[in-house]
């Protein structure tokens, strides 16, 4: 029967722990050994019925499913929502920096011509492009 | 064995029926199905506890601890008020579904 519970936790090892997972790992070695009692009393070897009883439990995809990703799935989704948040702060701060000191350079150095725009408008596609990826992350949270 | 991805969507149901009939627990209710149905559909325990859970996260069913049988405590599931009514709706539900799926299946050889 040890071969049972060395299966059972194999199978839940990707899950994570919690008071949860201990009671269904209990549930299910329960039921696990129930069955292979049940196949031997049809006549099976110990082994036999031990195998059967471990292919027949299936893929435990939908069960962790259940279990575990619900959980780890939603720290995880606003995590990139904050760091595409504070992208975006951080972009807007840089750019912010930068174009003021094309701005100080171009009147303290060069105030008969105004060139500093054109740098200004480069500079901008920073902030721009964390604001749209912002945007979509947070479309995405919300479906 | 049957397709199990057409009986998939209608497990819930299944258990909900077993369960209304009395309270069971994991293995009966595995074996009951095949038992019923004459080995032509097994449901898998791995989904068998996917549904246990999702059916008490919906406050259907709900679970208690029997008494000590052979090596440890079974875990006993029974339904509720509410995992009642829905298998009611469930059962219209399937009727209606069952019609229309006929008008397009059966006559056709």
Redesign the interface.
């Known amino acids: 029967m040890n071969r049972l519970t060395q299966h059972v936790s194999d199978l839940f090892k990707d899950v994570p722990e919690s008071e949860q997972k201990a009671?269904?790992m209990?549930?299910?070695?329960?039921?696990?050994?129930?069955?292979v009692?049940?196949l031997m009393e049809q006549g099976k070897a110990e082994e036999d019925a031990i195998n059967k009883a471990i292919v027949?439990?299936?893929?435990?995809?939908?069960?962790t499913?259940?279990?575990g990703v619900n959980k780890s799935a939603k720290p995880g989704k606003s995590n990139t929502k904050n760091n595409t948040k504070l992208n975006l702060e951080y972009s807007i701060w840089g750019s912010v920096l930068i174009i003021a000191l094309f701005v100080f350079m171009n009147f303290y150095y060069s105030s008969h011509v105004i060139w500093f725009v054109y740098p200004t408008f480069a500079v901008l596609w920073w902030p721009l492009t964390m604001y749209f990826r912002w945007m979509k992350v947070k479309g995405e949270s919300k479906n | 064995m049957i397709r199990s991805d057409i009986i998939r969507g209608h497990l819930d149901s299944i258990i909900l029926r077993l369960i209304m009939e009395k309270d069971r627990y994991g293995f009966e209710i595995s074996k009951e199905i095949s038992l019923r149905t004459g080995n032509k559909f097994q449901i898998k325990e791995a989904t068998l506890y996917a549904v246990f859970q999702r059916l008490e996260k919906k406050e259907l069913i709900e679970s208690y601890y029997g008494s000590v049988s052979k090596g440890g405590k079974r875990k006993y599931y029974r339904i509720t008020t509410l995992g009642k009514a829905f298998f009611k709706e469930t059962v219209v539900e399937w009727q209606e579904t069952k019609e229309i799926i006929d008008l397009f299946m059966e006559g056709f050889n």
């Open positions: 009671s269904i209990q549930e299910v070695l329960q039921n696990l050994e129930e069955k009692w049940d027949e439990f299936g893929d435990i995809e939908d069960l499913k259940e279990l």
